[in-house]
C-alpha cells in the first residue's frame, strides 16, 4: 500500500516529534543526574548518584539547599538564592514570618508556603 504525500508528511512529522521527545528526555536525565518528583523540578547540578526528592514532609527553611527550595510551589532559582542569601547573611530563620525579610517574598507568597516549611531550632 502506498501512502499520499499528506500520510507520508504526518508520518515523517510523527516519527520525529517521538524521536525529538525521546533525546530530550534522556538528555534531561543524563545530563541533570536526577530524577525528581516535585511540583518544580531543580536546576541540579550533574551528579554520579541520581537523587530523587520527594515532598512527603515540609522544607526546613534552615538547612534546605537550592534545590531543596526550588521544590516549593512559587519557589524558582532566584528566590531560592535569595533565601540561601538570607541566611548566610542574617543566620537560620527565627520564625516563618522572618520570611518576608528575603527579598521577593512577601506576605501572599508566606502564606502559600506555610502548610510546605518549617524551621529546625536556630
Request: charged share 15%.
Amino acid at each position: 500500500m502506498k501512502l499520499s504525500r499528506a500520510e507520508a508528511l504526518a508520518a515523517a512529522l510523527t516519527a520525529a516529534v517521538l524521536a525529538l521527545c525521546a533525546i530530550r528526555l534522556a538528555v534531561d536525565i543524563s545530563t541533570d543526574g536526577y530524577a525528581v518528583v516535585a511540583q518544580h523540578p531543580p536546576q541540579a547540578l550533574p551528579s554520579s548518584t541520581p537523587k530523587v526528592y520527594w515532598m512527603d514532609a515540609p522544607v526546613d527553611l534552615n538547612t534546605a539547599d537550592l534545590d531543596e527550595l526550588m521544590l516549593l510551589t512559587g519557589i524558582g532559582p532566584a528566590k531560592a538564592q535569595a533565601i540561601v542569601d538570607y541566611r548566610a547573611a542574617h543566620g537560620p530563620f527565627a520564625t516563618l514570618e522572618d520570611l518576608v525579610q528575603v527579598p521577593g517574598i512577601g506576605p501572599a507568597t508566606l502564606e502559600d508556603l506555610r502548610p510546605h516549611v518549617t524551621l529546625s531550632a536556630p
